[in-house]
């Protein structure tokens, strides 16, 4: 269940109360506490004053000085900035201790019987408070850069997704005529051969642009909506093709449900009739849809058909299978596998996806 941002603003301002508290009992109270001897109430004033100071440094850092200094490359005056920040903090605590009479108080306080007059030793720069001022500077600049490259990254993913749907609507814009072309001509061409099949062919089509008009516009449907729709253009493309070309389906009836992208195997399976079927020599195709557990895998075999050198439909790319393997790699990443063959002996397109479906 996804949280509301007030939840985690909420949050967030817990966990800074948890921290400081740690901060606050470690470095102010634990130590002091551990001492033998009763402590004047002005060290403990100094002890809030310390802390305070820390505070205001970390936040200060961390949401003034890093994002508009250090960010914007100005790394020398942070720097500068910064130290000279540290030790006027330092400074400022040593003369609140010299105003309160501070250290002649802890000096009575360690030493009950000495009767001697309290002679204060000069002391231009405190160690222990200008780390402690340093260890707050670097922990808030450290903070301040993990939250700028958070907020980066999120950015980064959120540009990323816009861009691969903006891709991915340009790609099925394009898939989608190239598909409708090829398939109309088909069924002009039926029209003057036979017109009870040209009939059923037009009602495959309809049933296959339902699909695309419904199930492209979600990014994802339903593995056994998506072999369903290849086999409506495999019968849609039997309808044309002559005796001499065998195809031979293994097409899995029964698989699990999961989730693909939409018309991603038609550009392999169009492939095989538009390049791999001659009106003068046999020629076979095969194709096979497996599914095991997460993985599924289609297979497309085709022979290699020489195309008329004049031919227009020669000079063409392949738009569908291009832009496929362009969505294959926005959609499946690491999770996907293409293998083309079209270097072999018995001169054949073989085609092998094997796609994670988990």
């Known amino acids: 269940m996804n949280q509301s941002p007030v939840f985690h603003k909420n949050l967030s301002f817990l966990i800074h109360i948890l921290l400081w508290a740690v901060v606050a009992a470690t470095l102010f109270l634990l130590g002091p506490l551990s001492w033998k001897t009763t402590l004047p109430t002005e060290f403990w004033w100094r002890q809030v004053l310390f802390l305070s100071l820390l505070v205001g440094?970390?936040?200060?850092?961390?949401?003034?000085l890093v994002p508009k200094i250090l960010f914007n490359g100005k790394i020398g005056i942070f720097i500068i900035f910064s130290i000279g920040l540290c030790f006027l903090l330092m400074y400022l605590i040593q003369y609140f201790e010299n105003s309160i009479n501070l250290p002649e108080l802890m000096h009575r306080a360690f030493h009950p019987d000495d009767d001697k007059p309290y002679v204060q030793k000069k002391e231009f720069i405190n160690l222990f408070i200008l780390l402690v001022f340093f260890l707050g500077l670097g922990t808030s600049t450290s903070v301040a850069a993990v939250q700028k490259w958070q907020s980066d990254e999120a950015l980064r993913r959120q540009l990323d997704q816009q861009r691969i749907n903006s891709e991915l609507s340009y790609l099925k814009a394009q898939i989608n005529p190239h598909f409708f072309f090829n398939t109309l001509n088909n069924i002009y061409s039926l029209t003057n051969i036979d017109v009870e099949r040209a009939r059923i062919a037009l009602h495959k089509l309809s049933r296959m642009m339902r699909y695309v008009l419904y199930e492209t516009e979600k990014n994802?449907?339903?593995?056994?909506?998506?072999?369903?729709f290849i086999k409506d253009f495999?019968?849609?493309m039997k309808l044309r093709i002559s005796q001499k070309v065998k195809v031979e389906l293994d097409i899995q009836e029964t698989v699990e449900d999961k989730v693909i992208a939409p018309m991603l195997f038609l550009p392999f399976v169009e492939n095989c009739f538009k390049h791999g079927i001659s009106a003068k020599q046999d020629s076979q195709i095969y194709i096979s849809v497996k599914q095991s557990k997460n993985e599924l895998t289609l297979k497309t075999c085709n022979n290699i058909i020489p195309k008329n050198p004049n031919s227009?439909?020669?000079?063409?790319?392949?738009?569908?299978?291009?832009?496929?393997?362009?969505?294959?790699?926005?959609l499946y990443n690491q999770q996907y596998e293409l293998s083309i063959d079209d270097q072999n002996p018995?001169?054949?397109?073989?085609?092998t996806l094997k796609i994670n479906l988990a």
């Open 346 to 351: 018995e001169n054949e397109y073989r085609v």
């Open 234 to 236: 495999i019968e849609l």
């Open 312 to 330: 227009p439909e020669n000079n063409l790319k392949g738009i569908g299978l291009n832009n496929t393997k362009r969505r294959l790699s926005l």
């Open 57 to 64: 440094l970390f936040y200060f850092n961390k949401d003034i």
């Open 220 to 228: 994802q449907t339903l593995l056994s909506k998506e072999i369903n």
